[in-house]
Protein backbone atom coordinates (compact mmCIF):
# COMPACT_ATOMS: atom_id res chain seq x y z
CA UNK A 1 0.00 0.00 0.00
CA UNK A 2 2.66 2.51 1.37
CA UNK A 3 4.92 1.79 -2.29
CA UNK A 4 0.97 2.21 -4.48
CA UNK A 5 0.84 5.56 -2.71
CA UNK A 6 4.19 6.49 -3.14
CA UNK A 7 3.58 6.37 -6.97
CA UNK A 8 0.45 7.90 -7.33
CA UNK A 9 2.18 11.06 -5.37
CA UNK A 10 4.78 10.83 -7.70
CA UNK A 11 2.51 11.26 -10.47
CA UNK A 12 0.41 13.67 -9.40
CA UNK A 13 3.58 15.79 -8.43
CA UNK A 14 4.74 15.12 -11.78
CA UNK A 15 1.66 16.11 -13.22
CA UNK A 16 1.17 19.21 -11.45
CA UNK A 17 4.61 20.52 -11.81
CA UNK A 18 5.36 19.24 -14.82
CA UNK A 19 2.70 21.40 -16.79
CA UNK A 20 1.17 25.17 -16.40
CA UNK A 21 -0.78 27.07 -18.71
CA UNK A 22 3.16 29.09 -20.22
CA UNK A 23 3.88 26.01 -21.56
CA UNK A 24 7.11 24.50 -20.17
CA UNK A 25 7.61 24.57 -16.16
CA UNK A 26 10.62 26.33 -15.23
CA UNK A 27 12.21 26.14 -11.55
CA UNK A 28 13.81 28.49 -9.66
CA UNK A 29 16.10 26.20 -7.26
CA UNK A 30 17.91 27.77 -4.32
CA UNK A 31 19.72 26.39 -1.25
CA UNK A 32 22.80 27.78 1.27
CA UNK A 33 25.42 25.39 -0.95
CA UNK A 34 25.41 24.55 -4.56
CA UNK A 35 27.73 22.08 -5.59
CA UNK A 36 28.01 22.35 -9.59
CA UNK A 37 30.57 19.12 -10.23
CA UNK A 38 34.12 20.39 -9.14
CA UNK A 39 33.39 23.33 -6.69
CA UNK A 40 31.13 24.60 -3.78
CA UNK A 41 29.54 27.71 -4.10
CA UNK A 42 27.47 29.84 -1.35
CA UNK A 43 24.30 31.09 -2.15
CA UNK A 44 23.46 30.25 -5.58
CA UNK A 45 20.52 29.42 -7.51
CA UNK A 46 19.80 27.72 -10.79
CA UNK A 47 17.00 27.93 -13.18
CA UNK A 48 15.30 25.07 -15.03
CA UNK A 49 13.26 25.52 -18.52
CA UNK A 50 12.07 21.92 -19.34
CA UNK A 51 14.88 19.36 -19.71
CA UNK A 52 17.47 22.23 -18.96
CA UNK A 53 19.89 24.42 -17.18
CA UNK A 54 18.76 27.61 -18.59
CA UNK A 55 20.70 29.69 -15.81
CA UNK A 56 23.04 29.37 -12.98
CA UNK A 57 25.40 31.22 -10.75
CA UNK A 58 25.47 33.83 -7.48
CA UNK A 59 21.35 34.57 -6.56
CA UNK A 60 21.77 38.20 -6.50
CA UNK A 61 22.45 37.80 -10.04
CA UNK A 62 19.64 35.31 -11.68
CA UNK A 63 16.34 36.76 -11.43
CA UNK A 64 13.09 34.70 -10.50
CA UNK A 65 10.76 34.13 -13.81
CA UNK A 66 7.64 34.95 -14.04
CA UNK A 67 5.68 31.94 -13.25
CA UNK A 68 8.07 30.06 -12.10
CA UNK A 69 8.03 27.19 -9.57
CA UNK A 70 10.39 28.38 -6.78
CA UNK A 71 11.52 25.61 -5.04
CA UNK A 72 14.42 26.45 -1.26
CA UNK A 73 16.00 23.93 0.47
CA UNK A 74 17.59 26.03 3.58
CA UNK A 75 20.32 24.10 5.21
CA UNK A 76 20.93 21.52 2.03
CA UNK A 77 23.16 21.70 -1.09
CA UNK A 78 22.03 21.19 -4.86
CA UNK A 79 24.29 19.17 -6.83
CA UNK A 80 24.31 17.29 -9.84
CA UNK A 81 22.13 14.20 -10.33
CA UNK A 82 24.98 11.22 -9.67
CA UNK A 83 26.08 8.95 -11.97
CA UNK A 84 26.33 5.67 -10.15
CA UNK A 85 29.34 3.59 -12.44
CA UNK A 86 28.70 -0.02 -11.41
CA UNK A 87 25.48 -1.29 -10.87
CA UNK A 88 24.01 -4.92 -11.58
CA UNK A 89 20.43 -3.57 -11.60
CA UNK A 90 19.08 -7.77 -12.52
CA UNK A 91 21.16 -8.71 -8.56
CA UNK A 92 20.32 -7.92 -5.04
CA UNK A 93 22.14 -8.76 -2.15
CA UNK A 94 23.96 -12.32 -1.89
CA UNK A 95 23.14 -12.18 1.79
CA UNK A 96 19.55 -12.19 0.76
CA UNK A 97 20.01 -15.12 -2.31
CA UNK A 98 23.30 -16.25 -2.87
CA UNK A 99 24.75 -15.56 -6.79
CA UNK A 100 24.31 -18.64 -7.91
CA UNK A 101 20.86 -19.26 -7.20
CA UNK A 102 20.10 -15.93 -8.46
CA UNK A 103 21.71 -16.80 -11.96
CA UNK A 104 20.49 -20.75 -11.79
CA UNK A 105 17.23 -20.92 -10.41
CA UNK A 106 15.48 -17.89 -11.12
CA UNK A 107 13.84 -16.98 -13.84
CA UNK A 108 14.82 -13.45 -16.47
CA UNK A 109 11.14 -12.49 -15.65
CA UNK A 110 11.12 -12.76 -11.84
CA UNK A 111 14.67 -10.84 -11.93
CA UNK A 112 13.23 -8.52 -14.25
CA UNK A 113 10.35 -7.12 -11.97
CA UNK A 114 12.92 -6.92 -9.15
CA UNK A 115 15.03 -4.76 -10.81
CA UNK A 116 12.05 -2.19 -11.97
CA UNK A 117 12.13 -2.27 -8.14
CA UNK A 118 16.33 -1.54 -8.26
CA UNK A 119 15.71 1.15 -10.30
CA UNK A 120 12.77 3.13 -8.76
CA UNK A 121 15.17 3.08 -5.90
CA UNK A 122 18.16 4.01 -7.52
CA UNK A 123 16.31 7.20 -8.97
CA UNK A 124 14.81 8.13 -5.81
CA UNK A 125 18.54 8.04 -4.04
CA UNK A 126 19.80 10.63 -6.13
CA UNK A 127 21.35 8.61 -9.14
CA UNK A 128 19.83 10.14 -12.25
CA UNK A 129 22.09 8.11 -14.59
CA UNK A 130 23.80 4.44 -14.08
CA UNK A 131 26.10 2.63 -15.71
CA UNK A 132 24.89 -1.32 -16.09
CA UNK A 133 27.91 -4.34 -15.83
CA UNK A 134 26.25 -7.34 -16.56
CA UNK A 135 22.43 -9.13 -15.73
CA UNK A 136 24.45 -12.09 -15.02
CA UNK A 137 22.60 -14.57 -16.69
CA UNK A 138 19.56 -12.58 -17.48
CA UNK A 139 20.68 -12.25 -20.77
CA UNK A 140 19.50 -8.54 -22.84
CA UNK A 141 17.12 -7.71 -19.68
CA UNK A 142 18.71 -4.57 -19.03
CA UNK A 143 18.12 -3.39 -22.71
CA UNK A 144 14.50 -3.73 -22.02
CA UNK A 145 14.75 -2.04 -18.57
CA UNK A 146 16.75 0.65 -20.37
CA UNK A 147 13.62 1.35 -22.90
CA UNK A 148 10.51 0.96 -20.38
CA UNK A 149 12.37 3.56 -18.56
CA UNK A 150 13.18 5.77 -21.50
CA UNK A 151 9.76 5.69 -22.52
CA UNK A 152 8.51 6.54 -19.12
CA UNK A 153 6.59 2.94 -18.19
CA UNK A 154 8.96 2.61 -14.91
CA UNK A 155 10.88 5.20 -13.15
CA UNK A 156 14.72 4.71 -12.92
CA UNK A 157 18.01 6.34 -13.84
CA UNK A 158 19.46 6.54 -17.58
CA UNK A 159 20.71 3.37 -18.63
CA UNK A 160 24.04 2.34 -20.40
CA UNK A 161 24.15 -1.32 -20.59
CA UNK A 162 26.23 -3.96 -21.52
CA UNK A 163 23.94 -6.52 -21.74
CA UNK A 164 25.55 -10.33 -20.95
CA UNK A 165 28.71 -9.38 -20.43
CA UNK A 166 32.14 -11.74 -22.22
CA UNK A 167 34.02 -13.96 -20.46
CA UNK A 168 36.66 -16.63 -21.20
CA UNK A 169 35.93 -20.30 -21.66
CA UNK A 170 36.42 -22.03 -18.70
CA UNK A 171 36.78 -19.58 -16.21
CA UNK A 172 33.39 -17.80 -15.13
CA UNK A 173 30.48 -19.15 -12.84
CA UNK A 174 28.53 -20.74 -11.65
CA UNK A 175 31.00 -23.48 -11.09
CA UNK A 176 31.57 -26.58 -8.95
CA UNK A 177 28.32 -28.57 -10.55
CA UNK A 178 28.05 -32.12 -12.17
CA UNK A 179 30.43 -31.48 -15.18
CA UNK A 180 27.53 -33.57 -16.88
CA UNK A 181 25.05 -30.63 -16.91
CA UNK A 182 25.52 -27.96 -19.09
CA UNK A 183 25.12 -25.05 -16.54
CA UNK A 184 24.24 -21.62 -17.55
CA UNK A 185 27.04 -19.01 -16.95
CA UNK A 186 26.76 -15.83 -15.58
CA UNK A 187 28.07 -14.18 -18.87
CA UNK A 188 28.90 -15.64 -22.32
CA UNK A 189 31.91 -17.23 -23.15
CA UNK A 190 33.88 -16.68 -26.37
CA UNK A 191 37.69 -16.85 -27.72
CA UNK A 192 39.98 -15.86 -30.11
CA UNK A 193 38.66 -15.05 -33.12
CA UNK A 194 34.92 -16.04 -32.30
CA UNK A 195 35.00 -12.96 -30.09
CA UNK A 196 34.47 -10.72 -33.19
CA UNK A 197 31.14 -12.40 -33.76
CA UNK A 198 30.56 -12.30 -29.91
CA UNK A 199 31.18 -8.89 -29.26
CA UNK A 200 28.84 -7.57 -32.65
CA UNK A 201 25.71 -9.92 -31.75
CA UNK A 202 26.08 -8.46 -28.02
CA UNK A 203 26.27 -4.96 -30.03
CA UNK A 204 23.21 -5.93 -32.52
CA UNK A 205 21.38 -6.88 -29.13
CA UNK A 206 21.97 -3.55 -27.33
CA UNK A 207 24.96 -3.76 -25.33
CA UNK A 208 25.88 0.27 -25.12
CA UNK A 209 29.62 -1.14 -24.30
CA UNK A 210 31.49 -4.03 -24.13
CA UNK A 211 32.27 -5.60 -20.96
CA UNK A 212 34.91 -7.97 -20.44
CA UNK A 213 36.45 -10.16 -17.61
CA UNK A 214 39.75 -9.87 -17.88
CA UNK A 215 40.42 -12.16 -14.86
CA UNK A 216 38.71 -14.27 -12.75
CA UNK A 217 39.54 -16.70 -9.34
CA UNK A 218 40.55 -19.67 -11.33
CA UNK A 219 44.25 -19.58 -10.66
CA UNK A 220 45.41 -22.93 -9.44
CA UNK A 221 44.78 -21.89 -5.72
CA UNK A 222 41.19 -19.87 -6.71
CA UNK A 223 43.25 -16.75 -7.16
CA UNK A 224 42.81 -13.94 -9.62
CA UNK A 225 44.32 -15.00 -12.75
CA UNK A 226 43.91 -13.17 -16.23
CA UNK A 227 41.76 -15.04 -18.34
CA UNK A 228 41.83 -13.20 -22.43
CA UNK A 229 45.61 -13.08 -23.51
CA UNK A 230 46.77 -9.71 -24.66
CA UNK A 231 46.37 -9.87 -28.52
CA UNK A 232 42.24 -11.46 -27.54
CA UNK A 233 41.64 -8.15 -25.90
CA UNK A 234 43.24 -5.81 -27.93
CA UNK A 235 40.77 -7.83 -30.63
CA UNK A 236 37.84 -7.30 -28.75
CA UNK A 237 38.32 -3.49 -28.54
CA UNK A 238 39.38 -3.39 -32.18
CA UNK A 239 36.03 -4.59 -32.58
CA UNK A 240 34.36 -3.06 -30.30
CA UNK A 241 36.10 0.67 -31.23
CA UNK A 242 34.84 0.21 -35.02
CA UNK A 243 31.38 0.75 -33.66
CA UNK A 244 31.59 3.63 -31.51
CA UNK A 245 31.60 2.08 -28.30
CA UNK A 246 34.40 1.06 -24.93
CA UNK A 247 35.73 -2.02 -23.74
CA UNK A 248 35.39 -2.18 -20.29
CA UNK A 249 37.21 -4.52 -18.14
CA UNK A 250 36.96 -6.34 -14.64
CA UNK A 251 40.37 -6.90 -13.77
CA UNK A 252 41.82 -7.36 -10.46
CA UNK A 253 45.27 -9.03 -10.86
CA UNK A 254 47.67 -6.62 -11.68
CA UNK A 255 48.37 -8.65 -15.11
CA UNK A 256 44.70 -8.59 -16.26
CA UNK A 257 44.86 -4.82 -15.70
CA UNK A 258 48.37 -4.04 -17.62
CA UNK A 259 46.84 -5.99 -20.64
CA UNK A 260 43.67 -4.22 -20.32
CA UNK A 261 45.15 -1.09 -20.05
CA UNK A 262 47.55 -1.93 -23.09
CA UNK A 263 44.65 -2.79 -24.98
CA UNK A 264 43.08 -0.16 -25.09
CA UNK A 265 40.22 -0.22 -22.07
CA UNK A 266 38.19 2.35 -20.86
CA UNK A 267 37.55 1.42 -17.42
CA UNK A 268 38.99 -0.73 -14.74
CA UNK A 269 36.31 -2.37 -12.63
CA UNK A 270 37.36 -3.42 -9.28
CA UNK A 271 41.30 -3.21 -9.13
CA UNK A 272 41.99 -4.99 -6.02
CA UNK A 273 45.48 -5.10 -6.75
CA UNK A 274 46.47 -1.72 -7.72
CA UNK A 275 49.51 -0.72 -7.45
CA UNK A 276 51.19 2.83 -7.91
CA UNK A 277 53.33 1.73 -11.21
CA UNK A 278 49.57 0.34 -12.50
CA UNK A 279 48.02 3.70 -12.00
CA UNK A 280 50.53 5.91 -13.93
CA UNK A 281 49.76 3.82 -16.60
CA UNK A 282 46.48 4.08 -16.16
CA UNK A 283 46.61 7.55 -16.06
CA UNK A 284 48.98 7.56 -18.81
CA UNK A 285 46.30 5.27 -20.91
CA UNK A 286 43.05 8.61 -19.84
CA UNK A 287 41.84 5.21 -18.01
CA UNK A 288 39.56 5.66 -15.19
CA UNK A 289 39.40 3.77 -12.16
CA UNK A 290 36.27 2.20 -10.83
CA UNK A 291 36.99 0.82 -7.43
CA UNK A 292 33.66 -0.88 -6.05
CA UNK A 293 35.17 -0.67 -2.65
CA UNK A 294 31.99 -1.68 -1.19
CA UNK A 295 31.68 -5.14 -3.05
CA UNK A 296 34.98 -6.38 -1.11
CA UNK A 297 33.89 -4.56 2.04
CA UNK A 298 30.06 -6.14 2.14
CA UNK A 299 30.97 -9.85 1.03
CA UNK A 300 33.62 -10.32 3.43
CA UNK A 301 30.88 -9.39 6.04
CA UNK A 302 28.27 -12.14 4.32
CA UNK A 303 31.18 -14.35 5.30
CA UNK A 304 31.86 -13.32 8.52
CA UNK A 305 33.58 -10.16 9.01
CA UNK A 306 32.56 -8.53 12.31
CA UNK A 307 33.35 -4.99 10.76
CA UNK A 308 34.35 -2.79 13.73
CA UNK A 309 35.94 -6.34 15.76
CA UNK A 310 39.45 -7.04 16.14
CA UNK A 311 40.39 -8.91 13.04
CA UNK A 312 39.82 -6.90 9.76
CA UNK A 313 40.26 -9.64 6.81
CA UNK A 314 43.09 -9.84 4.57
CA UNK A 315 41.41 -9.14 0.93
CA UNK A 316 39.97 -5.51 3.04
CA UNK A 317 43.54 -4.80 4.34
CA UNK A 318 44.67 -5.17 0.57
CA UNK A 319 41.97 -3.35 -0.91
CA UNK A 320 42.75 -0.60 1.69
CA UNK A 321 46.56 -0.35 0.25
CA UNK A 322 45.79 -0.34 -3.04
CA UNK A 323 42.93 1.92 -3.05
CA UNK A 324 45.60 4.34 -1.29
CA UNK A 325 47.95 3.22 -4.45
CA UNK A 326 45.80 4.28 -6.55
CA UNK A 327 44.86 7.89 -5.25
CA UNK A 328 48.80 7.99 -4.93
CA UNK A 329 49.38 7.56 -8.58
CA UNK A 330 46.92 10.50 -9.48
CA UNK A 331 44.42 7.75 -11.77
CA UNK A 332 41.32 9.48 -12.19
CA UNK A 333 39.11 7.65 -9.63
CA UNK A 334 35.24 7.19 -10.26
CA UNK A 335 32.43 5.81 -8.48
CA UNK A 336 31.42 2.95 -8.50
CA UNK A 337 30.33 0.05 -6.05
CA UNK A 338 28.71 -2.98 -7.49
CA UNK A 339 25.36 -1.92 -5.95
CA UNK A 340 23.07 -5.16 -6.09
CA UNK A 341 25.97 -6.94 -4.25
CA UNK A 342 24.58 -4.68 -1.62
CA UNK A 343 21.14 -3.25 -1.93
CA UNK A 344 20.13 -0.91 -4.44
CA UNK A 345 19.32 2.82 -3.28
CA UNK A 346 22.59 2.83 -0.92
CA UNK A 347 24.55 3.08 -3.73
CA UNK A 348 26.52 6.37 -1.67
CA UNK A 349 27.54 3.99 0.56
CA UNK A 350 30.72 3.26 -2.00
CA UNK A 351 31.18 7.00 -1.61
CA UNK A 352 31.61 6.66 2.23
CA UNK A 353 34.16 4.04 1.72
CA UNK A 354 35.73 5.94 -0.59
CA UNK A 355 36.65 9.34 1.82
CA UNK A 356 36.94 6.32 4.95
CA UNK A 357 39.80 4.88 2.47
CA UNK A 358 41.46 8.17 2.65
CA UNK A 359 39.62 10.47 -0.61
CA UNK A 360 38.80 14.14 0.16
CA UNK A 361 35.31 14.37 0.37
CA UNK A 362 35.25 17.00 -2.20
CA UNK A 363 37.05 14.31 -4.73
CA UNK A 364 33.83 11.61 -3.81
CA UNK A 365 31.86 14.24 -4.47
CA UNK A 366 33.65 14.89 -7.86
CA UNK A 367 33.76 11.05 -8.38
CA UNK A 368 29.75 10.73 -8.51
CA UNK A 369 28.94 13.35 -10.87
CA UNK A 370 32.16 15.20 -13.18
CA UNK A 371 34.64 12.73 -13.06
CA UNK A 372 32.34 10.05 -14.21
CA UNK A 373 30.37 12.00 -16.13
CA UNK A 374 33.72 12.47 -18.27
CA UNK A 375 34.79 8.81 -17.71
CA UNK A 376 31.60 7.92 -19.59
CA UNK A 377 31.61 10.96 -22.06
CA UNK A 378 28.40 12.64 -20.77
CA UNK A 379 30.54 15.48 -20.09
CA UNK A 380 29.09 17.66 -22.84
CA UNK A 381 25.66 17.19 -20.97
CA UNK A 382 25.71 15.86 -17.62
CA UNK A 383 27.37 15.79 -14.42
CA UNK A 384 27.44 19.07 -13.93
CA UNK A 385 25.00 21.83 -12.94
CA UNK A 386 25.81 24.54 -16.14
CA UNK A 387 24.63 26.72 -18.37
CA UNK A 388 22.60 24.62 -20.86
CA UNK A 389 22.98 21.15 -19.76
CA UNK A 390 20.21 18.35 -18.90
CA UNK A 391 18.33 19.20 -15.69
CA UNK A 392 19.20 16.48 -13.65
CA UNK A 393 19.25 17.93 -10.02
CA UNK A 394 19.65 16.42 -6.66
CA UNK A 395 19.25 18.12 -3.47
CA UNK A 396 20.44 16.66 0.09
CA UNK A 397 20.70 17.67 3.18
CA UNK A 398 23.92 19.57 4.92
CA UNK A 399 26.98 20.18 3.28
CA UNK A 400 28.05 16.73 1.80
CA UNK A 401 31.89 18.35 1.00
CA UNK A 402 32.47 18.12 5.17
CA UNK A 403 30.84 14.53 5.56
CA UNK A 404 29.89 12.56 2.52
CA UNK A 405 27.06 10.92 4.55
CA UNK A 406 25.01 13.72 3.93
CA UNK A 407 24.97 12.83 -0.08
CA UNK A 408 22.42 10.06 1.66
CA UNK A 409 19.56 12.39 2.99
CA UNK A 410 18.32 13.21 -0.25
CA UNK A 411 15.25 15.88 -0.46
CA UNK A 412 14.69 16.45 -3.94
CA UNK A 413 15.52 14.77 -7.35
CA UNK A 414 14.66 15.81 -10.88
CA UNK A 415 15.58 14.03 -13.97
CA UNK A 416 15.17 15.85 -16.99
CA UNK A 417 13.38 18.68 -15.59
CA UNK A 418 10.89 16.24 -14.20
CA UNK A 419 10.22 15.92 -10.46
CA UNK A 420 10.63 12.15 -9.08
CA UNK A 421 11.17 13.24 -5.27
CA UNK A 422 10.38 16.36 -3.51
CA UNK A 423 10.30 17.01 0.43
ZN1 LIG B 1 30.14 -6.00 -11.03
Not at 155 to 170: D, K, Q, S, Y
Not at 252 to 267: D, F, M, N, Y
Not at 300 to 321: F, I
Not at 331 to 359: C, K, Q, R, T, W
Amino acid sequence: MRRYQKYIFSFIATCVLAFNVYGQTKYYLTAPRLFDGETMHTDWALVVEGDKIISVGPSQTIAIPEGSVQINYPNATLMPGMIEGHSHLLLYPYNITDWDTQVLKETDAYRTIRATVHAEKTLLAGFTTARDLGTEGAGYTDVALKRAINEGIIIGPRLMVAGRAIVATGSYGPKGYDLDQEIMLGAESADGNDLIRVVRDQIGKGADFIKIYADYRWGINGEDRPSFTLDELKLINEVTRSSGRVMVCHAKSKEAIRRAVLAGAETIEHGDFIDVALGKLMKANNVTYIPTISAVDVISQYRGWDKGGAETPLNVLNKRQSFKDAIASGVSIGMGGDVGVFPHGENASEMELMVEYGLPTMDALKAATSVNARAFHLEDRLGFLKLGFIADIVAVGGDPSKNISDVKKVKFVMKEGIVYRKE
